[in-house]
């Protein structure tokens, strides 16, 4: 699979647009239209900012596994990975509240 490929099939797990790639991306529609209308390779910033949107990394995007089934998780950690990467931004904000006044009140 291409890199073009992976985008577009990592795009369609999540049921995302250019539209939303863009913006968990924070690159401009523009950028990804013409990445996917040229044909053309994404340059190294690029693709690192669309894995940042995916919320991965570049090894996980070349890595040959299966995004959704990372490591060595229970079946809860990796329905929780998988739910957190289909989040917007916002959504991922409010989960880190949460996460850290549920660290806090351990205290």
């Not at 992976?6 to 401009?28: D, F, P």
């Not at 596994?65 to 990467?85: Q, V």
């Amino acid at each position: 699979m291409n890199t073009l490929e992976k985008i577009e099939s990592l795009m369609k797990q999540r049921h995302w647009s250019i539209y939303r790639l863009a913006n968990e991306a924070g690159l401009t529609q523009s950028t990804l239209f013409n990445v996917f209308k040229r044909k053309n390779e994404p340059s190294i910033k690029t693709l690192k900012a669309v894995c940042k949107g995916f919320g991965i990394t570049l090894e996980e995007f070349f890595s040959e596994g299966d995004l959704d089934n990372p490591f060595h998780l229970t079946d809860e950690e990796k329905e929780l990975i998988i739910a957190f990467r289909k989040m917007d931004f916002n959504q991922k904000e409010n989960l880190q509240q949460l996460v850290d006044f549920a660290g806090d009140s351990d205290k």
